[in-house]
């Protein structure tokens, strides 16, 4: 079952704007990990959060974690036609490496588009 | 520094019939995980290995089966394939710490069940 819900289902914008991704989840987390892919290949990490912190950047992207609203977001500043490709939230709920012993749930995913 | 990588890419298998994939983890990572990716959805966990042995495992049959040798490449055994069994399996590997750290995952293997 996927513990994670990402919204929107899927996301056009216009190379340079922002966009934004959400994630909602069910039962409590260690941690929680946002990956790429492009076309159905592997997935690619971009960002870890831990439950403790609230906040994280990377480059151009961002993250936020409310525990209390079990909810994340991704923005994504100044998007490229490289930056086209599916964002999945995933929940790690053991805390060791990988997800452990129940490994990592995901959402279903969001489908982002950048338009040139 | 080597990457996952998987094989086959692309598997077209018959309804009942068993398959075999391979996964090589990358270089320094001690822990294996199997995830099952339907079309339009999101990677579902199959079970991970550490140390030769199953970890942790998720809501699937026993026809999963897997392995993972001493040099950490592993394979996943799916026996009595059935139609739903079409997915994309990907492999991710991690070195075993409690720290929290991302998976590195592989391109896949692309299996079709007719």
């Known amino acids: 079952s996927q513990q994670g819900e990402e919204d929107p289902q899927a996301l056009s914008i216009q190379e340079g704007e922002n966009a934004t991704m959400n994630c909602s989840y069910k039962?409590?987390?260690?941690?929680l990990q946002w990956y790429r892919q492009n076309s159905g290949r592997g997935l690619v990490h971009l960002i870890l959060i831990r439950s403790n912190e609230r906040e994280k950047h990377s480059g151009r992207l961002r993250v936020t974690l409310d525990t209390s609203k079990k909810s994340s977001s991704l923005l994504i500043t100044a998007s490229r036609a490289a930056d086209t490709a599916s964002y999945f939230c995933a929940t790690d709920a053991d805390g060791w490496s990988g997800g452990g012993a129940d490994g990592l749930t995901f959402g279903k995913g969001t489908h982002l588009i950048i338009q040139p | 520094e080597t990457g996952v990588t998987q094989s086959p890419t692309h598997l077209i298998k018959t309804r009942g019939q068993q398959v075999t994939l391979r996964c090589s983890s990358q270089?320094?990572?001690?822990?294996v995980s199997w995830y099952q990716q339907a079309l339009g959805q999101g990677p579902q966990f199959i079970f991970q290995y550490y140390r030769e042995e199953e970890n942790g495992r998720g809501n699937f049959p026993p026809r999963f089966s897997g392995l993972q040798f001493p040099n950490y490449s592993s394979e996943l055994n799916v026996n009595a394939l059935e139609l739903d069994d079409s997915a994309l399996y990907l492999c991710a590997s991690s070195t075993r710490t409690f720290s929290s750290t991302p998976l590195h995952f592989g391109n896949g293997t692309r299996l079709t069940v007719t």
């Open positions: 039962t409590s987390i260690n941690n």
């Open positions: 270089s320094g990572h001690n822990t």
